[in-house]
């Protein structure tokens, strides 16, 4: 399967992003391998035992993935990959949809998105490049700045403490939490199939660090450590409030922080079910 584009990468050079990228295509391609073609999504119908993928994008550094990835897909408004990915779920529930968004997208304009996908549990995948910024747009604070951070918009430092989105996730009844780092392409590889084997909407946040903008949010590696799948809800609380997104005095887990089995969207509702050929 041919993943490459001919598009000019127009990432910084060393951005995280040019890592989460092959790490998707190595996915991808080891899927393949095993007789899981993604096909483009207007012929899907020619394999219907194998899984097949379609992409959404949001808007932002993270999203010109679009156009180093040659899969089908559609590169959305800012904030609305993720109702635009479960749109494709519902017309053709044996696509399994990619959605890439960025902090800014996922948990600033499209939030309202991002709680009500957990509900749905639309049969996707979520990565989230967080890199604590509005990046494309020079750096604006997101929810996930940490507090202080001087920026063009917040001059004399952010006043509000971030968000947690894990601890949000959680909340929301998400059936699939997951956190791995841009800097590590085989825990990526891992984490991205085991999110893309999950019946239901998986959800995996990818610490991705900028290059340009907030640079103090930089450079977690040494507080990273790689936990075993958890499946227990307490546990996973506790997980999720060992890294705050502010100070760097936390441990940050990274791997499955939790995984529940609960009915797909598709499997909700009988007319969907029925067009199941899984
Ligand atoms: C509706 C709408 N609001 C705002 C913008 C401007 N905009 C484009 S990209 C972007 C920042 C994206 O930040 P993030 O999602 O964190 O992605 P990153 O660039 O950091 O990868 C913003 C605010 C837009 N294009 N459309
Ligand atoms: S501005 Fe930051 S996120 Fe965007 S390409 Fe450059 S290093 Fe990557």
């Not at 391609?29 to 096909?39: A, D, F, V």
């Not at 907030?214 to 890294?243: G, P, V």
Request: include cysteine.
């Amino acid at each position: 399967m041919k993943l490459n584009t001919n598009s000019e990468n127009t990432w910084c050079p060393g951005c995280p992003n040019h890592m989460i990228l092959e790490a998707v295509k190595q996915t991808i391609q080891n899927q393949s391998s095993k007789g899981r073609s993604p096909l483009k999504a207007q012929s899907a119908s020619k394999a219907q035992s194998a899984l097949n993928y379609a992409i959404t994008t949001d808007i932002g550094c993270h999203a010109k993935i679009f156009d180093y990835l040659n899969l089908s897909g559609i590169y959305c408004l800012h904030g609305r990959a993720i109702p635009t990915a479960i749109g494709i779920t519902l017309g053709n529930p044996n696509l399994k949809v990619l959605t890439f968004a960025g902090d800014g997208a996922a948990y600033a304009e499209g939030i309202a998105h991002f709680i009500h996908a957990f509900k749905h549990n639309a049969d996707m995948t979520l990565i989230l490049h967080d890199n604590q910024s509005f990046s494309l747009t020079t750096g604006q604070p997101t929810p996930t700045s940490q507090q202080g951070y001087i920026s063009k918009a917040s001059p004399l430092g952010t006043q509000d403490k971030p968000l947690n989105p894990i601890k949000l996730a959680l909340a929301s009844n998400a059936t699939f939490i997951a956190r791995t780092n841009a800097r590590d392409i085989p825990h990526m590889v891992e984490t991205f199939t085991k999110a893309i084997a999950h019946n239901g909407f998986s959800f995996v946040e990818v610490i991705q660090d900028c290059l340009i903008f907030n640079l103090d949010a930089n450079n977690k590696d040494e507080l990273m450590y790689k936990i075993k799948d958890n499946t227990d809800k307490a546990t996973a609380e506790k997980l999720a409030d060992q890294f705050d997104y502010n100070s760097k005095s936390g441990k940050i887990p990274l791997g499955i922080i939790y995984q529940s089995k609960e009915p797909s969207l598709a499997e909700k509702w009988p007319q969907l079910k029925k067009l199941i050929k899984k």
